[in-house]
């Protein structure tokens, strides 16, 4: 069974770049067909997909956030990283990380448990 868990600060002040790490345990992030995403909820809103990185390494991005967002991995580890640039108080909710497959756009979601994130100077 893969587990993941999110990981990072939960507050970050305005215009800071936001970093979260998924630590992933029981399977590969290099396992074929897995795409590792990161989703958050603000209050008051839906789940809002950001985007992930795949088995390949190719990262696939939200247009709408495309240009302050960065997905990478670390295999070594076994994890990945989301980082959020010049973040503003509608970046705050609960960040998820996910393991899709094995299709990113049809797949079967696994979820992290979430963090939150508070944007506040």
């Known amino acids: 069974q893969v587990l993941l868990q999110e990981s990072g600060p939960g507050l970050v002040k305005p215009s800071q770049t936001l970093s979260l790490t998924c630590t992933v345990s029981?399977?590969?992030?290099?396992?074929?067909?897995?795409?590792w995403s990161w989703v958050r909820q603000s209050p008051g809103k839906g789940l809002e997909w950001m985007g992930a990185?795949?088995?390949?390494?190719?990262?696939y991005y939200s247009p709408s956030l495309k240009s302050r967002t960065s997905i990478s991995r670390d295999t070594s580890e076994n994890r990945f990283t989301l980082e959020l640039s010049s973040v503003t108080s509608e970046d705050a909710g609960v960040y998820y990380c996910?393991?899709?497959?094995?299709?990113?756009?049809?797949?079967?979601?696994?979820w992290g448990r979430g963090t939150q994130v508070t944007v506040s100077s």
């Open positions: 996910a393991r899709v497959g094995p299709s990113l756009w049809t797949g079967n979601y696994y």
């Open positions: 029981g399977g590969s992030i290099t396992a074929d067909y897995s795409y």
């Open positions: 990185i795949s088995f390949t390494d190719a990262a």
